[in-house]
């Protein structure tokens, strides 16, 4: 049974947009598996808490990941 696992930092995507990362992400695996996985197939969302994730040991926080989508700053390398 396939298990799918996403992390996240908390409060980047609405309840509706994680629903529908599930949905995608579920329809991904059923192209490539068969749709018989489908309803075997498990899609897990955890939130990680803002400033507990970080790049480079650089702490990641919920704004910054709002900040890094409008294109306002970029990740270091």
């Not at 995507?13 to 991904?28: G, I, S, V, Y």
């Not at 489908?38 to 955890?46: D, N």
């Amino acid at each position: 049974m396939p298990l799918i696992n996403v992390r996240l930092i908390e409060n980047v995507f609405t309840p509706e947009q994680k629903q529908q990362m599930a949905r995608d992400l579920t329809d991904a695996m059923v192209a490539i598996e068969g749709e018989r996985m489908r309803g075997v197939t498990w899609c897990v969302i955890e939130e990680v808490k803002s400033g507990d994730w970080a790049i480079g040991g650089q702490p990641l926080t919920t704004e910054a990941v709002h900040a890094l989508a409008r294109g306002e700053v970029s990740l270091p390398v």
